[in-house]
Nanobody
Framework: QERLVESGGGLVQAGGSLELSCASSGRPISTYAMGWFRQAPGKEREVVTTISRNADSTYYSDSVKGRFTISRDNAKNMVYLQMNSLKPEDTAIYYC?????????????????GGRGTQVTVSS
């Protein structure tokens, strides 16, 4: 059974940093692009960042470009999201996601499977 389990969320002050981790089981991630999307209260889900199967290509939404970094370790079936210079508007539930193929994606309809999420709260 495929599972994606996120960890590392929490409460942080504006300007601070957090690193999220995603552990995959049941399906190796090595053949898929992986990514993160988020949902803030009252807002639509937003793809934050994705990384290709071999990590040779990435996508970042304009709202996080230059502040967030995605990485992956295929041998460990892990995906990471380093979040720096956090802002209150980054407050959301962050979900790890598997794409439908090996290349990066930028829209929610390209998500193949998602985890249950981890809460990130940024205080001002």
């Amino acid at each position: 059974q495929e599972r994606l389990v996120e960890s590392g969320g929490g409460l942080v002050q504006a300007g601070g940093s957090l690193e999220l981790s995603c552990a995959s089981s049941g399906r190796p991630i090595s053949t898929y692009a992986m990514g993160w999307f988020r949902q803030a209260p009252g807002k639509e889900r937003e793809v934050v960042t994705t990384i290709s199967r071999n990590a040779d290509s990435t996508y970042y939404s304009d709202s996080v470009k230059g502040r967030f970094t995605i990485s992956r370790d295929n041998a460990k079936n892990m995906v990471y999201l380093q979040m720096n210079s956090l802002k209150p508007e980054d407050t959301a539930i962050y979900y790890c996601a598997r794409g439908q193929g090996p290349v990066v994606w930028a829209t929610m309809d390209e998500v193949g499977f998602g985890g249950r999420g981890t809460q990130v709260t940024v205080s001002s």
